[in-house]
């Protein structure tokens, strides 16, 4: 059985800085596709970050230069560092791994940024 657990949100000022991280199990991990979305009080799921094992990462346009994703092959975590946050980051962010072509989701964890 495969498990997504998300970690580390919470509140801060705009331009503060937050880490996600995400934990998996029952995959083998260094075969996964692991990524981040976020969906923002009435708006869609959007995609955040991904990053494959020996890939390039991806980014959405509007967090390109202030988020960064990474991943500990080890711990079978992803994690997601955010500097300059925004009022407009501000969203339940999921974490997803993608294992054989099947897509597992976290549970989400919010992010809020207000002053």
């Known amino acids: 059985q495969v498990h997504v657990v998300e970690s580390g949100g919470g509140s801060v000022q705009p331009g503060g800085s937050l880490s996600l991280s995400c934990t998996t199990s029952?995959?083998?991990?260094?075969?996964?596709?692991m990524a981040w979305y976020r969906q923002a009080p009435g708006k869609q799921r959007e995609f955040v970050a991904s990053?494959?094992?020996?890939?390039?990462?991806r980014y959405a346009d509007s967090v390109k230069g202030r988020f960064t994703i990474s991943r500990d092959s080890a711990k079978k975590m992803v994690h997601l560092e955010m500097n300059s946050l925004e009022p407009e980051d501000t969203a339940v962010y999921y974490c997803?791994?993608?294992?054989?072509?099947?897509?597992?989701w976290g549970s989400g964890i919010l992010v809020t940024v207000s002053s």
């Open positions: 990053l494959a094992s020996g890939r390039y990462a």
């Open positions: 997803k791994s993608t294992t054989s072509g099947v897509d597992y």
């Open positions: 029952g995959t083998a991990f260094s075969l996964d596709l």
